[in-house]
């Protein structure tokens, strides 16, 4: 018996050692685990959550593959100036990935408030890839996250972080704070939104729904949006090339900033597009069928070039023009100094 508990007591002196983790220095002031991974099975179209202490930043990449199961591999990370104290923030990371009945999680904790100070952090980098058509939640405040489907849902909504999403055929929502925002290839219910940054759309699909694409001091860049939209922006500038409303209740909103609209078709529906303090420009198609009611203030001007139409009504800041057999409806105003341009896509430079 007494040899029994001997044998215990030796084990727990020595498991820690066992469990210690090798951190080394990766750069100066920087210092990092190896490689750990961890894996669990997880079926097409299933949901997985990922979840982040708020004292922790870091890195993750999310791709679909022809897989069976999510599978992470990851490094813990420390910035600060000593390998003691490295070693001890990484001890206090930890990195867990479960099944529960209703979603897969990847959960990072940390203590809460962190031990390391404003000038030092711990840190999380990982690559995970998951089977195609999963539901993907994420809630890391401090992460950018890269992320590539297909995808049936993603979700990041309360970020600081820079996102890159592509790949999402039935939803996607995501939202940061004076970070980057790109997506790509993306359909259904979409909404983006970010301030002091940039936000990128490419090929944004939404015959049943509105996407949403909201910058709050900064600009909207778009490559081909299709279906029904509403964009806001302030601060910066609205291009958008390829540009096909659907429906109506289409809007373009813009403060300080130019609106700079491709419009390659419009069968029908309605586009609404309101600025203030600058200018809106609008190519479109030789073959429109739309009725375009167009207002400026005092100061601006409008003007319609290259294209074939009707004036209804002109007036000093006012015109109403006809175009084809008039299906759709285009709205235009600016408020303030700025002036609204219309040409076809055949004009010469």
């Known amino acids: ?34 490689r750990q991974e961890l894996s669990v099975p997880l079926l097409q179209g299933s949901a997985l959550v990922i979840r982040s202490a708020s004292g922790l930043m870091g890195e993750i990449e999310i791709v679909a593959d022809s897989v069976e199961e999510a599978r992470l591999r990851y490094y813990k990370k420390a910035s600060t100036d000593s390998r003691s104290k490295a070693v001890d923030y990484i001890d206090l990371i930890s990195v867990e990935l479960e099944q529960t009945p209703s979603a897969v999680r990847l959960e990072m904790r940390a203590p809460n408030p962190p031990p390391w100070g404003d000038q030092e952090s711990g840190r999380i980098e990982g690559y995970l890839m998951v089977p195609i058509d999963c539901a993907i939640k994420v809630d ?77 001091a900064g600009d909207i860049l778009v490559d081909n949006i299709r279906g029904g939209l509403n964009i806001r922006t302030s601060f910066g500038r609205v291009d958008i090339e390829g540009l096909e409303p ?31 303090y600058s200018d809106i420009e609008l190519t479109v198609p030789p073959d429109l069928s739309a009725v ?58």
């Open 246 to 276: 659907q429906g109506r209740g289409n809007y373009i909103r813009c403060n300080s900033g130019p609106i700079i609209l491709e419009l390659l078709s419009m069968i029908e529906g309605q586009l609404v597009v309101n600025n203030r």
């Open 292 to 349: 375009m009611a167009l207002a400026v203030d005092e100061e601006g001007r409008i003007e319609a070039s290259n294209f074939v139409f009707k004036s209804e009504l002109v007036g000093q800041n006012r015109l109403t023009l006809r175009s084809g057999e008039g299906n759709g409806l285009i709205s235009g105003s600016v408020i303030g100094k700025g002036n609204i341009y219309v040409r076809g896509t055949d004009e010469e430079d």
């Open 140 to 216: 890391a405040a401090y992460f950018d996250v890269e992320a590539t489907g297909p995808f049936l849902e993603f979700v990041n909504t309360s970020s600081f972080g820079r996102l890159t999403v592509s790949e999402v055929t039935e939803r996607l929502e995501v939202g940061t704070k004076n970070r980057r925002v790109t997506i790509a290839n993306v359909s259904g219910e979409v909404s983006a939104s970010t301030s002091n940054s940039t936000l990128i759309a490419r090929n944004v699909y939404c015959p049943e729904s509105r996407a949403s694409l909201v910058n709050d």
């Open 1 to 34: 018996m007494k040899r029994l508990v001997f044998l215990v007591l030796a084990f727990a002196v020595a498991a820690p050692a066992v469990l210690a983790q090798e951190v080394f220095e990766e750069s100066k002031n920087l210092f990092s685990t190896r």
